[in-house]
């Protein structure tokens, strides 16, 4: 079981994707915005999964904080933006990977298990 940090503020997709995560054994802490996941740095995580756009602090900063605290920890990136410039803003900023919206829960699981398979090895 992973501890994971879902960054979203979209309630229904944070929802969506955390029944997705807990399903699969792992423990969910859902930040509604940037700024709430910023707040919660101070603890723990095995992995981070984001959106991006997001009003306030974006998904980008939060990703750009992470990396400038010194923090390894594996991001997930996700957009309903899915061009190229958005895929390389994500990994230029931080992110291990990246997936658009909408996507399909076995998508989903096999990054995170990807992500996380990375961080033990």
């Not at 955390?18 to 700024?35: M, P, Y």
């Not at 990246?98 to 033990?120: H, N, S, Y």
């Amino acid at each position: 079981m992973a501890r994971i940090l879902l960054v979203e503020d979209e309630p229904l997709v944070a929802h969506l994707v955390r029944r997705i995560l807990e399903r699969a054994g792992h423990q969910v802490d859902w930040a509604s915005s940037g700024q709430a996941a910023l707040d919660k740095l101070s603890e723990s995580y095995d992995l981070v999964v984001c959106d991006l756009v997001m009003p306030g602090v974006s998904g980008l900063e939060v990703i750009q904080r992470i990396r400038a605290l010194g923090l390894f920890t594996p991001i997930l990136a996700l957009s309903a933006s899915v061009s190229e410039k958005s895929r390389r803003e994500a990994l230029e900023a931080g992110a291990q990977a990246f997936l658009g919206k909408p996507f399909e829960t076995q998508t989903l699981l096999a990054q995170v298990d990807r992500l996380l398979a990375r961080e033990d090895g």
